[in-house]
């Protein structure tokens, strides 16, 4: 399973930290992938890790604020939010697929529970 945590609400400009702790599967074949949900949105992919950390991706509205990485020895991923805008608000999830990242939400088969983002002053 996936459990997300850290999600809160934060002021524009400020940061965030969400961890992902992962059990039940292999991580060391596994890429992990961050998605969000706004409301009245699609769930997309802004980013995600290969196996073994092989490789990282980030969607462009991302890129250069939010990093992704992983903790192996606690099977833990996190996802590093600077620079928060009001558009990051959104319902914030971790999901994981065999080997390799894919920018396409349903090419993900598990998925924890979410964690909510709120941007705002």
């Known amino acids: 399973q996936l459990v997300e945590s850290g999600g809160g609400l934060v002021q524009p400009g400020g940061s965030l930290r969400l961890s992902c702790a992962a059990s039940?599967?292999?991580?060391?074949?596994?890429?992990i992938g961050w998605l969000r949900q706004a409301p009245g949105k699609e769930r997309e992919v802004i980013a995600c890790?290969?196996?073994?950390?092989?490789?990282?991706w980030y969607t462009g509205s991302v890129k250069g604020r939010f990093t992704i990485s992983t903790d192996n020895a606690k099977d833990t991923i996190y996802l590093q939010m600077n620079n928060l805008k009001p558009e990051d608000t959104a319902v914030y999830y971790c999901?994981?697929?065999?080997?390799?990242?894919?920018?396409?939400?349903?090419?993900?088969?598990?998925w924890g529970q979410g964690t909510q983002v709120t941007v705002s002053l």
């Open positions: 039940g599967f292999t991580l060391a074949s596994s890429a």
């Open positions: 999901a994981r697929r065999p080997w390799t990242c894919s920018a396409a939400a349903p090419a993900y088969d598990l």
């Open positions: 890790t290969g196996s073994r950390a092989s490789s990282t």
